[in-house]
C-alpha cells in the first residue's frame, strides 16, 4: 500500500493537497540563503504553508539557472550548503514546507556530463545527450525559442556533432532513453531530501522523451515519472512531485496517471481562464474549468494566477488570445513566444473590472478553489514588472528584485492587499473544505466543484 492510500484509510490529508506556495528567487528576494532565513517570519506572517525555490544550483544563468552545471550544489552568489541547511532549518521550525526545482530536461553546457560528452564518441557520457551527425533527426520537433536559436539541433565545433537542445541554445537535452540518465536524477532527489526537501517541482517534463515525429507527452515520459515517483514513494512516503505540463486539461490530467505518476500537477488553462476573467472581463472559459477540478486520489490540481514565466495563452483560441494580448500588451513589448510577459498587476491595469477589484478577485478566486495554490513573490504587494530596456527574453521582466519597502507598508496596513491575502488564506485554513468564494461571479452562478 502505498503512503497516500494509507492516508485515504486513515483519514489523513497529505500536507500538499491544498497546501499554499510561494514561489521566488532566492536572490531576488533576500540576497542569499542566509538573507531568506532571516525573512522566515515574513513568509509565517503571510500564512504560506512552503516554499517553492526557483533554480539556486550552480549555473552560467543564461536561462536564469535552468541550465544546471552542478545539480547537488549552490550557487555561490546565494551561499553554501551551510546556508542551505540554515534556511530548511529556520523553515521547518516554523511549520513551511520546502520545494526545489527539478530542471532535468536539460543541463548547461558546462556541466561536467557535457564536457565529457564532448571528448569522444566512445566517451560513456556521449550517450548522456542527443547527438546527431547531420542534425536533421526529429524534424517535426517544434522550436520552443524561436526567438533565441533558428534549430533545435546546434552545432558544437569541439565535438563536430550537433547536439539537440529544446530550449536554449545552451541547454543540451538529456538522452532519457539512456537508463544511466534516470539513475543520476535518482542520486540528485536523494542528495536534496537528505537536505531536508519536501518537494520537487519536475520543469518541461512532457519534454523527456522524443521519438521521431513527436517530442512531447510520449508514453516513455510517463514511464520514467512512474519510476521516480516508485523510488520517493519507497524511500520516503511523503516526497511529492508537481509537473510542469503546460497543454489541455485533457492531456495535462494524464500526468496524475491515475495515481501513480505527479501527486500535483499545474493546471496552466485555468490560469490562462482567469486572465479572460480579469482583463476581458468574460466567464464562460473559467467556470467551464472550476466546474471539474476532478484528480485521482492521492492527486491534486495546482492553481496559480502568475509565475516567472510569461502568461503563454497556448490554450485559448487565437481570436480571444489576440484580444488579450492587445490588451494587456499594446505596445507588443512583452511578447514571447506567443505569450506576454507580465506580472499581475500589469495584467490588471486596463481591468474592465477595475485595478483594485480585479487583484482581489484574482486572489479571492485562487485562494478559494479545492486545490494547492501558488502566490508569486512580489504579486502579494502589487508589484510590477521591472523597469528598463527591452529584453530579448521578455520573462525578465517579471523577475525584479522584491520590494521590501512596499512590503513592509503593507504589513502594517490592515486595508492592503498584503493584509486581504493575509485574511483569506486564514479563511481557507478555518474552512477546512473550500467553497469557491461567492464575489468571484456577479451574475450569482452557483458552480458546483466535482473532485474536492
Not at 127 to 137: A, P
Not at 138 to 166: C, Q, R
Not at 189 to 196: E, K, L
Amino acid at each position: 500500500m502505498t503512503k497516500d492510500s494509507l492516508n485515504a484509510v486513515v483519514g489523513k490529508t497529505p500536507w500538499w493537497r491544498r497546501a499554499v506556495f510561494y514561489e521566488l528567487y532566492v536572490d531576488k528576494f533576500a540576497g542569499n540563503f542566509r538573507g531568506l532565513a532571516d525573512k522566515i517570519s515574513y513568509f509565517k506572517t503571510l500564512g504560506v504553508d512552503a516554499l517553492h525555490i526557483l533554480p539556486h544550483y550552480p549555473s552560467p544563468m543564461v536561462d536564469d539557472g535552468y541550465d544546471v552545471s552542478d545539480y547537488m550544489n549552490i550557487r555561490k552568489n546565494l551561499g553554501t550548503m551551510d546556508d542551505f541547511a540554515l534556511f530548511v532549518s529556520q523553515a521547518k521550525d516554523a511549520g513551511i514546507k520546502i520545494m526545489v526545482e527539478l530542471p532535468f530536461n536539460h543541463t548547461s553546457v558546462e556541466h561536467p556530463w557535457f564536457l565529457k560528452s564532448k571528448e569522444s564518441k566512445t566517451n560513456p557520457y556521449r550517450d548522456y545527450y542527443l547527438w546527431s551527425n547531420t542534425g536533421k533527426e526529429l524534424a517535426a520537433a517544434a522550436n520552443a525559442f524561436p526567438e533565441i536559436k533558428p534549430s533545435n539541433w546546434v552545432f558544437d565545433k569541439e565535438a563536430g556533432a550537433y547536439f539537440f537542445s529544446t530550449f536554449y541554445p545552451t541547454q543540451p537535452d538529456l538522452n532519457w532513453g539512456n537508463p544511466e540518465v534516470l539513475k543520476e536524477i535518482l542520486k540528485v532527489i536523494d542528495f536534496w531530501v537528505a537536505a531536508g526537501v519536501n518537494a520537487f517541482r519536475l520543469d518541461a517534463v512532457s519534454y523527456l522523451a522524443k521519438s521521431e515525429g513527436k517530442i512531447r507527452n510520449l508514453q516513455e515520459s510517463h514511464d520514467i515519472i512512474r519510476k521516480i515517483r516508485d523510488h520517493v514513494e519507497r524511500k520516503y512516503g511523503d516526497i511529492a512531485l508537481l509537473g510542469e505540463v503546460h497543454d489541455t486539461l485533457d492531456v495535462t490530467r494524464t500526468y496524475f496517471g491515475d495515481g501513480l505518476e505527479c501527486q500535483l500537477v499545474y493546471n496552466f488553462p485555468l490560469a490562462e481562464a482567469i486572465a479572460v476573467k480579469l482583463v476581458l472581463g468574460e466567464d464562460e472559459r473559467l467556470k467551464k474549468i472550476i466546474s471539474d477540478l476532478s484528480a485521482p486520489a492521492g492527486s491534486a490540481w495546482v492553481s496559480f494566477i502568475r509565475n516567472h514565466d510569461e502568461l503563454s495563452l497556448s490554450t485559448l483560441d487565437i481570436e480571444t488570445r489576440e484580444r488579450l494580448s492587445n490588451a494587456i500588451d499594446p505596445k507588443r513589448r512583452l511578447r514571447f513566444h506567443g505569450g506576454v510577459s507580465a506580472r499581475l498587476a500589469d495584467m490588471c491595469l486596463k481591468s474592465k473590472l477595475g485595478f483594485e477589484e480585479a487583484v482581489r478577485t484574482a486572489f479571492g478566486l485562487l485562494l478559494s478553489l479545492p486545490t494547492a495554490a501558488v502566490i508569486y513573490y512580489g504579486d502579494e504587494i502589487n508589484m510590477k514588472n521591472a523597469d528598463g530596456d527591452a529584453y530579448k527574453d521578455t520573462r525578465r521582466f517579471v523577475r525584479a528584485e522584491f520590494d521590501w519597502e512596499e512590503a513592509e507598508k503593507q504589513i502594517k496596513n490592515p486595508a492592503s492587499l498584503f493584509s486581504f491575502i493575509r485574511g483569506k488564506i486564514t479563511e481557507r485554513r478555518i474552512r477546512g473544505r473550500e467553497v469557491l468564494d461567492s464575489r468571484i461571479f456577479g451574475d450569482n452562478t452557483q458552480i458546483s466543484l466535482r473532485g474536492v
